[in-house]
C-alpha cells in the first residue's frame, strides 16, 4: 500500500474579478485525491461560502493555460477560476 | 514579455517596433474607454488581469499570427485606472501586403478579447460600479449609495 | 480638401482627426514604400495624381463609408517623391464598435486604390524607371542607360 | 439650319503619367461634333502621334468624375484618360 501523502495532490486555485469579490478571497490552497480533476477543485471552491454564485462550467486554466473541467491535477498546479473576459 | 502596461500606450512606439523596409502594408487597432456602454454615461474603468497568464496568452497570440502570416505583430493591453478616451488595447501588425495585415490584425484583437484574462470594472456617472460581462449584462452590479 | 499632400503624413495626426469619447475602435491602415517590387530592388518613387479628382475622389470616398457605418473617417495620400518607409497613404477609422471601424477601414483602402487617379513611378536600384500597373507589370519601362 | 457653333462641342482632354509621356503631351483641346461621346475623344486622341499605345479602352473621367466612353459629352467639358491607378 502506497503511503497516504502519494495518494494526494495540493493545488492552489486563483479567483479574479467579480468571483474573488463573491468569495471574499483571491487564492485558495486544495488537496484532492489522486487523479482529481479541474472540476473535481472547482466543487471544492463552489462548497466555500459565496462558492455557489461561480456557475457549473466558468473558465478555467491550469498553469497559466485555458484548460477544461476534464484535466487531470498534478501536485502544485495552480488551477484559475476566469469570470467572463472583458479585455480588449 | 511586456504585453501588459500600467503606462499610457502609445501607438506610434507599437509601429515602430514593427515597421520593416519590405513590409509596404501596417494595419492597426485601438481599443479606447469609451462614455458610455450599455446605455450608461461610463466616468472611467479599471482593468484587472491575471497578469503571468495574460501574459503568456498575448504571447501565444502573437506567435500564432506571426507563424500563420507573414507578419510582425506587436500588442499592449493596458491594466489598472483608466478614464475616458484612453486607449485600453492597441495593435499594429507589418506585412508585405495588406490583406495579410488586415488578416493578422483582426486576428488579434478576437483572440485577445476571446482569451486574454482580462477583466474590466466599469465605474458609472451615477456611482454605480459594475464588472463587465461580455458575454451579457454587467455582472455583480453595487448600486450607487 | 487636403487628401493629398507633399508633406510626410503622421498617421497620429489622422486620428486625432477622427477620436470621439463615444467611439471605442479604431482601425488603422498605413502603406509605406517598400524596399522591392516585383523581385526588383526599389531606390524611391514618385507619385503624381490628376490633383482635382483624386482631392474630389477621397471626399466622395470618406462620404461613403461615412455613409454606409456609423464612422468618422480620414484619408491621407502623399504625392511627389518618397523614400523606402515613406508613408505615401494612411486612413483612420473610428466607430462605436471593431466591426465597422474594421469595415469602413478596408473600404476606403480598397476604394483609393481602385478610384484615386494617382500613378507611381518606380526608381529601380538598377537605374530602370517604370510607371507601375497593378493590373499587370510595370509599363513603359525606360531601361538603365 | 442651325449656326455651325451650335454643331460642336469644345472640350479638353487631359492626358497622365504613362499616356502623357507616350504622346508627349499633357491636355489636348479637341471640337467634336454636337452629341460627341468620350469613346469620340479618345478616338481623336488615339490618332495623334503616340496615341496608338493607349488602350482602345482606357479608364475615363469627365469633370472629376469616373465615366463611361459612351458619356455624351457637353461643351467645356474636361476628359481625363487615365493609365491603370496606382495610389494607395
Given at each position: 500500500m502506497p503511503a497516504p501523502s502519494t495518494q494526494i495532490v495540493n493545488v492552489r486555485v486563483l479567483l479574479f474579478a467579480s468571483y474573488a469579490d463573491r468569495l471574499g478571497l483571491e487564492s485558495v490552497r486544495v488537496a484532492l485525491p489522486l487523479l482529481a480533476t479541474v472540476g473535481d477543485a472547482l466543487d471544492h471552491v463552489r462548497t466555500l461560502p459565496g462558492g455557489d454564485q461561480i456557475p457549473p462550467r466558468p473558465l478555467c486554466a491550469v498553469n497559466l493555460v485555458h484548460a477544461g473541467l476534464e484535466t487531470r491535477l498534478a501536485e502544485g498546479d495552480e488551477i484559475a477560476l476566469l469570470p467572463p473576459l472583458a479585455g480588449g | 514579455m511586456g504585453h501588459l502596461t500600467a503606462a499610457p500606450i502609445d501607438p506610434a512606439v507599437l509601429t515602430a517596433r514593427i515597421?520593416?523596409?519590405?513590409?509596404g502594408a501596417i494595419a492597426s487597432f485601438v481599443g479606447q474607454v469609451r462614455n458610455h456602454h450599455g446605455g450608461r454615461a461610463v466616468g472611467r474603468l479599471e482593468y484587472s488581469a491575471y497578469g503571468p497568464m495574460a501574459e503568456a496568452e498575448c504571447q501565444r497570440i502573437v506567435r500564432e499570427a506571426e507563424a500563420e502570416w507573414p507578419v510582425r505583430v506587436a500588442l499592449e493591453h493596458r491594466v489598472g485606472g483608466l478614464e475616458i478616451g484612453d486607449i485600453a488595447v492597441a495593435i499594429a501588425v507589418s506585412a508585405p501586403h495588406r490583406d495579410e495585415a488586415f488578416a493578422a490584425c483582426r486576428f488579434v484583437i478576437e483572440a485577445v478579447k476571446r482569451r486574454v484574462p482580462i477583466w474590466k470594472k466599469e465605474h458609472y456617472l451615477d456611482g454605480a460600479v459594475a464588472w463587465v460581462d461580455p458575454t451579457g449584462s454587467p455582472l455583480d452590479e453595487v448600486p450607487a449609495s
Open positions: - | 515597421e520593416s523596409p519590405a513590409h
